[in-house]
């Protein structure tokens, strides 16, 4: 086997049991892509789409998990969400990166959504998630239900990273928290192992980006006021007149 195929449909031997390759390696990019993200790099983008990709194979091919004979659908629709919304962040965060980033060489300065990016947040997960019931069930998924909320809410938490909003690691751990479960129950053990560990990653996600949102957001608030210039004194000693009326 070819180290590509091996890459693609290899095995990793474990007891009596394996674990599926790609799924260990998606994974794998899917941590190293939430590190990135942690400190703000815009490489966090890339390498995250990389897992994606490795991510969708195993899901749509839902015998990997040796234990349910359907695909998870709604798992492998999050992939292609992820790796769309990737994109838009990738550019979003590199034209940051390129007008100069945060002052502390963040690609952005997170900052709260705010009422009206809550409201987003509302309106685009109450839609995602009906649609995404809706298709999953057509679809025959698993189990539609727990699948929608995981992919509505993976599509928000994304977005929410790529516009920098701090809010959007409280979204991630709503989502591995229903994750974890589903995924256990699905026998995608690897994956539901790595939710737990994004989890961690969540909550330590979001102190730090809490930090430097208080750090960073006076900072850049200062320096975008006017700079406010002193009266420059009379050369001849007289003081203006005053403007008519």
Do not use: C
């Amino acid at each position: 086997m070819s180290p590509l195929e091996w890459l693609l449909h290899g095995h990793i031997a474990v007891g009596s049991g394996y674990l599926s390759v790609p799924e260990v390696v998606g994974n794998l990019f899917g941590l190293a892509s939430a590190l990135l993200g942690m400190k703000r790099v815009v490489w966090a983008w890339p390498v995250g789409i990389v897992g994606n990709a490795l991510l969708f194979g195993v899901f749509a091919w839902g015998e990997l998990s040796n234990v349910v004979a359907d695909p998870l659908w709604g798992q492998a629709g999050r992939q292609v969400f992820f790796a769309a919304v990737g994109v838009y962040g990738w550019w979003r965060w590199a034209a940051a990166r390129r007008a100069g980033g945060a002052s502390d060489g963040g690609a952005v300065v997170p900052r709260w959504a705010g009422p009206s990016g809550w409201l987003q947040l509302a309106v685009l997960g109450v839609a995602g998630y009906a649609a995404a019931y809706v298709a999953l069930e057509r679809l025959g998924s698993w189990g539609p239900a727990t699948e929608a909320w995981i992919l509505a809410g993976s599509m928000l938490a994304t977005y929410g990273m790529a516009r920098g909003w701090v809010e959007f690691w409280l979204v991630w751990l709503a989502v591995d928290v229903v994750g974890v479960t589903t995924l256990l129950e699905a026998g995608y053990y690897p994956t539901a192992v790595m939710y737990l560990v994004y989890a961690g990653f969540v909550v330590l996600g979001f102190v730090t980006w809490l930090r430097a949102e208080r750090r960073l957001r006076p900072l850049e608030q200062s320096l975008a006021r006017p700079p406010v210039h002193p009266a420059t004194p009379d050369p001849t000693g007289t003081a203006p007149e005053p403007a008519a009326r």
